[in-house]
């Protein structure tokens, strides 16, 4: 290596995997670099000198690679502007035997020689590859041990009902390492969990939480950086309703203990909105791949018998092929020679929905809704009636089958097929209460 380099140029590698006591006059990583330079002066004979780029990686764990200092170390490396790393122990370096193992064949690779002051030996021989080799795998069995030992004390203050950090969440504040309620973000969780239990939609849900300003906790991380909350969509919604810390209970792996913090919401409204969940999770009311529902499911008749159209499908290797309106007169030999014994659901439903959405914005129906909804919320102004129906259509699409299932039965009281077409029978009481639960939301 001398014969090669004059000079043997030495990059003095510390690193600490917490910041904790960083801020002293002098602290470990300090002594690191220190004692490492020391070595170096005192090889001064042997060519060495100590390269002027510190490689200092704060508050970074060994049990990674991904290290800033180390990232640029083995980049100059590969630059060929080092020949010799320097550190205080070798698991400043790494913690993990197969990361250092990639490392050291870095540094043969390009010429680079290892050494740990407090540890002597030479990477280049044998006998120091071994000795290497052992005290990484001890550091690496210390790291495991370690990680071990953490994960008990989690579980064991889980079991207690602590709280173990992580992201804060809506309706709390974290204060000397306890949950404590929040009571102006406390207000904004019942009123979610309220008004889904009331209307069992999530994107009505989302409209009210979004028409109150309601999005995901804003908070400030232990850097001292602000994380503005982001708008909730379904998944998180989803989330929350679905979190136990909001009935006072924390969980652990699967495990459900008492917690050492104040409930938000009361049992019997947490039972109620998991029991509505677990509907709209049904697999009926799911649309599941090749499959659709049927939404005009107990409103559609045959206008010539006057006998219910059920729904009806036909499958092949286990998927929907077919879906139709069924004449029940038809089907069970009721009513003979019936022109309409099947009619094909996905015709029905676009026109039907087509239909509503026309006779909804019509000037008679909603000269009579406003008249309804005025005669009780008086304070209630016509523009807000009319884009409220009008707000209906947009979000069609993104409702859950049974949502899709309650509001046209809100909206339609029945609808009577023949050749010529489908009679449309409006619930104007009903298209009332719609209106009030989005005025509500």
Same mark, same amino acid.
């Given at each position: 290596?001398?014969?090669?380099?004059?000079?043997?140029?030495? /990059?003095?590698?510390?690193?600490?995997?917490?910041?904790?006591?960083?801020?002293?006059?002098?602290?470990?990583?300090?002594?690191?670099?220190?004692?490492?330079?020391? @070595?170096?002066?005192? =090889?001064?004979? +042997?060519?060495?000198?100590?390269?002027?780029?510190? @490689?200092?990686?704060?508050?970074?764990?060994?049990?990674?690679?991904?290290?800033?200092?180390?990232?640029?170390?083995?980049?100059?490396?590969?630059?060929?502007?080092?020949?010799?790393?320097?550190? @205080?122990?070798?698991?400043?370096?790494?913690?993990?035997?197969?990361?250092?193992?990639?490392?050291?064949?870095?540094?043969?690779?390009?010429?680079?020689?290892?050494?740990?002051?407090? =540890?002597?030996?030479?990477?280049?021989?044998?006998?120091?590859?071994?000795?290497?080799?052992?005290?990484?795998?001890?550091?690496?069995?210390?790291?495991?041990?370690?990680?071990e030992?953490?994960?008990?004390?989690?579980?064991?203050?889980?079991?207690?009902?602590?709280?173990?950090?992580?992201?804060?969440?809506?309706?709390?504040?974290?204060?000397?390492?306890?949950?404590?309620?929040?009571q102006?973000?406390?207000?904004?969780?019942?009123?979610?969990? =309220?008004?889904?239990?009331?209307? #069992?939609?999530?994107?009505?849900?989302?409209?009210?939480?979004?028409d109150?300003?309601?999005?995901?906790?804003?908070?400030?991380?232990?850097?001292?950086?602000?994380?503005? #909350?982001?708008?909730?969509?379904?998944?998180?919604?989803?989330?929350?309703?679905?979190?136990?810390? @909001?009935? #006072?209970?924390?969980?652990?792996? #699967?495990?459900?203990?008492?917690?050492?913090?104040? /409930?938000?919401?009361?049992?019997?409204?947490?039972?109620?909105?998991?029991?509505?969940?677990k509907?709209?999770?049904? !697999?009926?009311?799911?649309?599941?791949?090749?499959?659709?529902?049927?939404?005009?499911?107990?409103?559609?008749?045959?206008?010539?018998?006057?006998?219910?159209?059920?729904p009806?499908?036909?499958?092949?290797?286990?998927?929907?092929?077919?879906?139709?309106?069924?004449?029940?007169?038809?089907?069970?030999?009721?009513?003979?020679?019936?022109?309409? !014994?099947?009619?094909?659901?996905?015709?029905i439903?676009?026109?039907? &929905?087509?239909?509503?959405?026309? &006779?909804?914005?019509?000037?008679?129906?909603?000269?009579?809704?406003?008249? &309804?909804?005025?005669a009780?919320?008086?304070?209630?102004? +016509?523009?807000?009636?009319?884009g409220?129906?009008?707000?209906?259509?947009?979000?069609?699409?993104?409702?859950?089958?049974? +949502?899709?299932?309650?509001? &046209?039965?809100?909206?339609?009281?029945?609808?009577?097929?023949?050749?010529?077409?489908?009679?449309?029978?409006?619930?104007?009481?009903?298209i009332?209460?719609?209106?009030?639960?989005?005025?509500?939301?």
């Amino acid at each position: 290596m001398t014969a090669k380099h004059q000079k043997i140029r030495c /990059a003095i590698y510390t690193r600490k995997s917490t910041e904790e006591g960083l801020d002293k006059d002098f602290n470990t990583m300090e002594n690191q670099r220190e004692s490492c330079s020391s @070595y170096i002066t005192s =090889q001064k004979a +042997e060519g060495w000198i100590e390269l002027a780029d510190a @490689y200092d990686d704060p508050g970074f764990s060994g049990g990674t690679m991904k290290r800033p200092a180390l990232t640029r170390l083995l980049q100059d490396i590969e630059n060929g502007k080092v020949d010799c790393v320097c550190v @205080y122990k070798i698991d400043r370096l790494s913690r993990s035997l197969v990361d250092f193992t990639k490392m050291i064949d870095l540094f043969d690779k390009h010429g680079v020689t290892f050494i740990s002051i407090t =540890q002597s030996f030479n990477t280049t021989t044998s006998m120091g590859r071994l000795t290497l080799n052992i005290l990484l795998s001890f550091a690496q069995f210390e790291r495991e041990i370690a990680a071990e030992r953490i994960q008990d004390k989690f579980a064991a203050s889980r079991r207690k009902g602590m709280w173990m950090g992580g992201h804060p969440i809506l309706g709390y504040d974290i204060q000397n390492r306890a949950l404590v309620i929040n009571q102006q973000e406390a207000d904004q969780v019942r009123f979610i969990f =309220q008004r889904y239990s009331e209307c #069992g939609s999530p994107t009505i849900t989302l409209k009210g939480m979004a028409d109150k300003g309601i999005t995901n906790k804003t908070w400030t991380n232990g850097s001292g950086k602000l994380r503005i #909350g982001t708008p909730f969509n379904k998944s998180t919604l989803n989330r929350l309703l679905k979190n136990r810390v @909001y009935i #006072g209970e924390v969980v652990h792996k #699967g495990n459900i203990y008492p917690g050492l913090h104040e /409930a938000i919401i009361s049992q019997e409204l947490w039972d109620k909105v998991e029991q509505t969940i677990k509907l709209n999770n049904r !697999p009926n009311s799911i649309i599941p791949k090749g499959q659709t529902p049927f939404p005009l499911r107990g409103l559609v008749h045959c206008k010539h018998c006057g006998m219910a159209m059920t729904p009806t499908q036909t499958k092949k290797n286990g998927q929907v092929q077919y879906r139709y309106y069924s004449c029940s007169g038809a089907r069970k030999g009721v009513t003979e020679n019936c022109p309409l !014994p099947n009619v094909p659901a996905g015709d029905i439903e676009r026109l039907v &929905l087509a239909q509503v959405q026309n &006779l909804v914005n019509s000037p008679e129906v909603l000269a009579k809704t406003i008249f &309804l909804v005025k005669a009780q919320e008086p304070a209630i102004p +016509e523009h807000e009636i009319i884009g409220l129906l009008a707000s209906i259509s947009p979000v069609w699409d993104e409702l859950f089958p049974l +949502e899709q299932n309650r509001l &046209l039965k809100l909206l339609v009281k029945s609808i009577d097929l023949s050749e010529q077409g489908a009679d449309l029978f409006l619930n104007v009481e009903g298209i009332h209460t719609l209106v009030h639960e989005l005025e509500a939301a």
